[in-house]
Structures are given as C-alpha cells and as structure tokens.
C-alpha cells in the first residue's frame, strides 16, 4: 500500500478565513462565519488523482506545497509518508495496528488514532483509495466542528443585564433590555476556538507505473 499524507487549508467563499479541510469530507465548517461549504466529490476526485500520481515518483518522506486555484483557494502540502503516532512518532503497522473498525493503536504508548476504509464516494472518485488514517467519519467531524462550549455569563453593554451566551448565534438579543448586541470576538473565539489543522492520510492499493491500469 502506498500512503499520501495532506494537508490542506481552503479560504471560505463567503468571509475569506482559512478553513481546514481535515480528512475526506463532502462538507467543511467555517467556524468564523458559521457557514456549511459544499466540497464536491469531482473536485476531491480532481485534486487526488493528481497527488496519487505523483506520490509514486517520490522517495518515502518526500513531499512538497502548493497553491491552487479554481473551485476553492487552498494551500496544500502532501508527500510519501505513512501514518504514524502523533506521540512518540513510531510508524504504523497498519496490517497489525489496525483492527478494521475505526482506529489504529499504538503498541508503544498507546495512542489510538482514527481510521476508517474509505467510503464508497470517495473510492469512486479517487480510483484505488482503500484506507483513511488520521482523520474522523465525516458525520463526527461535523458534529465536533458545530459542538460550542459550555454557556458563559456576558453583561449586556446597554443595560448591565447578565446574558447565558451559548454561541449558537453571534448576534443575540438582551432579555431585560430587547437590545441586539453583537459578540465581541474574544467571547466569539472563546465559545468557537480556532481548530488546528490536522495532517491526515489515504491509502493507495497497489499502483502500477501507468496509474490508468491502477488495482487495489
């Protein structure tokens, strides 16, 4: 099996933030606007296939960075790596660690991280993906990326009035005084901190020198 690792950030087409794409998803989160993106699959199916067909020419450990442009702007770095604990750094043995539900664990210190075959989609659009490491399912991406903290106590700038802010809306209106009060960002970052971005893996089945004949 050969493995790609990636890295990949995108600009939210509608406030211009960095957006990190962390793992095979069909639809990111921007935390800083509260906008659900569509990523289509022929876009993942555009971008993959051409790193696939690189990473066979690289040496193990070699990569490189882009910029691209079309349907997003993004920023990657991708390369010939495969997946290993973020702890103590020792490579993965995926025919050993991994136990075919949706994790890899570290037989050294105990790390698990998770795996997952990849979904039917993304097999589809990306000829010869087996596995994903490193990344979550794409519906508990979704729910961690929406999860707020729990409500803090903000006084309202109008009349003093305390205000249970639990950032499901960014402007909220004061119970005692009916004024609309936009949060000011350092309670916005608090309630939705920045996410970092996250280096996650896919897995090639066997890939022959014309990747138009590729097996897994």
Request: charged letters at 30%; a negative charge; glycine letters at 6%.
């Amino acid at each position: 099996m050969i493995w790609a690792m990636i890295e990949m950030t995108i600009k939210c087409p509608e406030c211009d933030a960095p957006v990190h794409v962390d793992g095979p998803y069909r639809k990111v989160f921007c935390r800083t606007c509260q906008s659900d993106i569509e990523f289509p699959e022929e876009v993942w199916g555009d971008l993959l296939e051409d790193i696939r067909d690189e990473i066979v020419e690289f040496e193990p450990g070699e990569g490189t960075s882009s910029t691209i442009f079309g349907h997003f702007n993004m920023t990657m770095t991708y390369g010939k790596l495969t997946p290993y604990c973020s702890k103590c750094k020792r490579d993965f043995n995926i025919e050993e660690d991994y136990n075919g539900t949706d994790k890899i664990t570290c037989p050294d210190c105990g790390t698990v991280k998770p795996a997952f075959a990849a979904p039917e989609w993304f097999r589809k659009a990306i000829k010869g993906a087996v596995l994903i490491a490193g990344a979550w399912p794409e519906m508990k991406e979704v729910e961690e990326n929406k999860a707020v903290s729990d409500p803090v106590a903000f006084s309202c700038p109008q009349c003093g009035g305390s205000l249970m802010i639990d950032g499901k809306e960014r402007l909220v209106r004061c119970e005692y005084c009916e004024t609309r009060v936009y949060l000011p960002d350092d309670l916005w970052l608090r309630l939705h901190p920045a996410k970092k971005k996250t280096r996650w893996f896919v897995g090639f089945g066997n890939i022959p020198s014309s990747s138009t004949d590729l097996t897994v």
